[in-house]
């Protein structure tokens, strides 16, 4: 994939050992409502930039779900991903 500070968002399926103690409930609260917050985000974005294309009759559906990005975007996206595991497992540890 790419570069030292890129993960795998599956490697977050099945973390070894606990994941919580008792007094991180609150931390945990906070995880899943940024973590609602950035898919809201990114669907909304989504569906706006599919929507605006389609009124200038450009239907890009079929080719997002089919793109298949190159190096460099593919970094972008790593860096992406990464970036939003890392806030919502800092929020969930407290240290967000």
């Known amino acids: 994939m790419s570069g030292p500070d890129f993960k795998d968002p599956k490697s977050f399926n099945f973390p070894d050992g606990s994941l919580l103690l008792p007094e991180q ?3 945990l609260g906070r995880a899943l409502i940024s973590l609602l917050r950035e ?3 990114l669907t909304d974005r989504q569906l706006i930039l599919e929507q ?3 009124d200038q009759g450009i239907d890009v559906s079929h080719a997002v779900n089919n793109y298949q990005p190159d190096e460099a975007l593919q970094k972008r996206l790593d860096d992406k991903t990464g970036a939003i595991i890392d806030s919502v497992i800092g ?3 407290g240290q967000g």
């Open 25 to 27: 409930t609150d931390n």
């Open 39 to 41: 898919v809201c985000v």
């Open 52 to 54: 605006a294309l389609a």
């Open 91 to 93: 929020d969930l540890t």
